[in-house]
């Protein structure tokens, strides 16, 4: 895999690592259609840049998690709960690498969903964290706030298995609850995300931009949730 490499000041080579930009938010709320402007915009623009979706379907545990969400298997929560983590486990090492060679990463949900959807079921929080603990850590969370009328309005929730409006307004519950605890107030971005298509990509475009620029000579953080260890 080629690396980006650039000269700093005292003109040693240094490499550019790739930004890891998250979306995150409830379901409906525009956050695929985002990542994937995004990611044709970056792309037509010459960046180094990856679409990374999770739960990964295509994956052994990803077609377990798969058949989980269409109804078509049943699993205890805390089970599919790590089942979810260890999709996320199992995708580690790529991410890392590309990353390390300088290409961003757009990736659509993450461990704050992990969180989220179970929490919203009636798990603990901070046992939800354990699993997803020393993962990789975005560096930005491109929140996409969105009331649950709002995401209703967009077509209805479909078959699967959380698409459901009373367990929706849980989730955004736990989400917030998340960022609470998270403590950690520049890695979220909330947008509005009644906000029209292109408001929307022009200002992730410009966060995005910022932060590639920012982040390129920053160690990769793989301590995710580490510092809420007791
Ligand atoms: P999506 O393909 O983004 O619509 O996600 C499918 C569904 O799975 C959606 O309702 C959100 C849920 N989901 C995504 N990630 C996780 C996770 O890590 N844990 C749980 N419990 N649910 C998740």
């Known amino acids: 895999m080629s690396k980006e490499i650039s000269l700093n000041t005292t003109n040693t080579a240094t490499y550019k690592r ?14 695929s259609t985002q990542a994937n402007k ?8 010459g960046h180094s840049v990856k679409l990374w979706k999770f739960p990964d379907r295509t994956t052994p545990i990803g ?3 798969n058949a989980y969400l269409t109804n078509n298997q049943e699993l205890d929560d805390k089970a599919i709960h790590l089942l979810f983590s260890a999709n996320r486990w199992e995708s580690l090492p790529k991410l890392k690498n590309l990353l390390l060679g300088g290409t961003t990463l757009i990736v659509d949900r993450y461990a704050y969903s992990g969180v989220s959807y179970s929490v919203a079921k009636g798990l603990d929080l901070d046992w939800c964290r354990c699993p ?5 850590r975005p560096d930005i969370i491109i ?3 969105l009331s649950i009328e709002e995401s209703e309005k967009r077509g209805g929730f479909g078959e699967e298995r959380y698409e459901k409006k009373n367990f929706q ?3 955004c519950k736990s989400f917030s609850q998340l960022k609470q605890k998270d403590d950690d107030d520049s890695l979220w971005k909330f947008l509005d995300a009644k906000q029209s ?7 992730i475009v410009k966060i995005s931009l910022d932060l590639i620029e920012n982040c390129s000579q920053l160690p990769l953080k793989e301590d ?3 510092k809420h260890l007791g």
């Not at 995004?38 to 623009?45: A, H, I, K, R, V």
């Open 224 to 226: 995710l949730w580490k």
């Open 169 to 171: 307004e849980k989730v």
């Open 197 to 203: 298509v292109e408001r929307l990509h022009e200002q």
């Open 132 to 136: 997803d603990i020393g993962l990789l």
């Open 18 to 31: 790739g930004a890891f930009i998250l979306f995150e938010g409830c379901d409906r709320t525009g956050k």
């Open 63 to 65: 077609q377990t998690i």
């Open 38 to 45: 995004l990611f044709e915009y970056l792309q037509s623009t």
């Open 143 to 145: 929140f996409m706030d």
